[in-house]
């Protein structure tokens, strides 16, 4: 797969698309970009990106990371996510990489960090579950 | 501050709620309560924050930043709107999809503040609050600066 192809499968979710997030693929080894926009402000007297934003880019970068490794045909659904904010974001590019830590029939466990400047101070952590196996209920 | 000052203050910066906030105002939310200790904000359905193609269901990014922010306004107004609180973690529990086609509303209330401190637990539901989407718990810290300890957490005589 490529970050084209990726970017394609990803961009089907209009949330996806329009929040302006893109894959960055090499190999196996996926990264998520969010480029910096105006409306991914929270706070403007900080400023800072919106926590939301956060989640959903280490959420988002969770079911890449699942489409790329599970060969998923549908879009894993979120059972439940848990979110540290580590530090503020500040209003620039931000990256996440996820690590599927274990991977069964129906659920997988992710782990998910994302930062800004330089990995080693992260910025933020997600850890969830997704639901990958759907043939039974819709 | 007595309670009827709070809420006269509340109501003077309810519209900032959500326009201060370039995200909150482009996800579209709403403010419908913002009381003390208690926010509920909604986003009405919209196409284009659909998560998954397949089913027109929000994605979790817009849950995410809609109990986050109902949260956080809890948190604010739990502790007299002085401050901005910065938020520590939130976990969500999806117990279902949201219906298509049906506002997400986030309901917020925080539990206990503290000097350092504040809980919050919230739900998000399509229309039935007894019928949720997701809970989620959250915890946020009050700013070193903040001005005052909220009065009916201050400990007898001695420091927290």
Same mark, same amino acid.
């Given at each position: 797969?490529?970050?084209? %192809?990726?970017?394609?499968i990803?961009?089907?979710?209009?949330?996806?698309?329009?929040?302006?997030?893109k894959?960055?693929?090499?190999?196996?080894?996926?990264?998520?970009?969010?480029?910096?926009?105006?409306?991914?402000?929270?706070?403007?007297?900080?400023?800072?990106?919106h926590?939301?934003?956060?989640?959903?880019?280490m959420e988002?970068?969770a079911?890449?990371?699942?489409?790329?490794?599970?060969?998923l045909?549908r879009?894993?659904?979120?059972?439940?996510?848990?979110?540290?904010?580590?530090?503020?974001?500040?209003?620039?590019?931000?990256?996440?990489r996820?690590?599927?830590?274990r991977?069964?029939?129906?659920v997988?466990?992710?782990?998910?960090?994302?930062w800004?400047?330089?990995?080693?101070?992260?910025?933020?952590t997600?850890?969830?579950?997704?639901?990958i196996?759907? %043939?039974?209920?819709? | 501050?007595s309670?009827?000052?709070?809420?006269?203050?509340?109501d003077?910066?309810?519209?900032?709620?959500?326009?201060?906030s370039?995200?909150?105002?482009?996800?579209?939310?709403?403010?419908?309560?913002?009381?003390?200790?208690?926010?509920?904000?909604?986003?009405?359905?919209?196409?284009?924050?659909?998560?998954?193609?397949?089913?027109?269901?929000?994605?979790?990014?817009?849950?995410?930043?809609?109990?986050?922010?109902?949260?956080?306004?809890?948190a604010?107004?739990?502790?007299?709107a002085?401050?901005?609180?910065?938020?520590?973690?939130?976990?969500i529990?999806?117990?279902?999809?949201?219906?298509p086609?049906?506002?997400?509303?986030?309901?917020?209330?925080?539990?206990?503040?503290?000097r350092h401190?504040?809980f919050?637990?919230?739900?998000?539901?399509?229309?039935?609050?007894?019928?949720?989407?997701?809970?989620?718990?959250?915890?946020?810290?009050?700013?070193?600066?903040a001005?005052?300890?909220?009065?009916?957490?201050?400990?007898?005589?001695?420091?927290?």
């Open positions: 797969m490529t970050s084209e %192809e990726l970017d394609a990803l961009a089907r979710s209009p949330y996806v698309a329009r929040l302006g997030a894959a960055s693929l090499h190999g196996d080894e996926l990264t998520l970009v969010l480029p910096f926009r105006d409306d991914h402000i929270g706070n403007p007297m900080l400023p800072a990106i926590g939301g934003v956060l989640g959903a880019v988002i970068a079911t890449a990371q699942l489409f790329v490794q599970l060969g045909k879009f894993p659904r979120p059972i439940d996510v848990s979110v540290d904010y580590l530090r503020s974001a500040k209003p620039r590019d931000l990256f996440a996820a690590i599927i830590a991977k069964g029939r129906r997988a466990n992710v782990r998910v960090e994302a800004q400047e330089t990995r080693d101070e992260l910025t933020a997600l850890h969830g579950h997704f639901l196996a759907r %043939e039974d209920r819709s | 501050m309670d009827d000052d709070l809420q006269k203050k509340l003077e910066i309810r519209d900032l709620v959500v326009d201060f370039p995200h909150a105002a482009a996800l579209g939310m709403r403010v419908q309560r913002f009381e003390p200790g208690f926010c509920i904000i909604e986003v009405p359905y919209d196409p284009t924050l659909v998560g998954d193609p397949d089913t027109g269901v929000f994605h979790g990014g817009v849950a995410s930043a809609l109990l986050d922010h109902a949260s956080g306004m809890a604010a107004s739990g502790m007299n002085e401050a901005s609180p910065a938020t520590l973690d939130l976990r529990n999806y117990f279902r999809a949201a219906k086609g049906e506002a997400l509303v986030a309901e917020a209330r925080c539990l206990k503040t503290t401190v504040a919050v637990t919230a739900i998000a539901h399509d229309g039935d609050p007894d019928d949720p989407v997701a809970t989620a718990q959250s915890s946020f810290m009050i700013p070193a600066n001005p005052t300890t909220p009065e009916h957490d201050k400990p007898e005589g001695g420091s927290q």
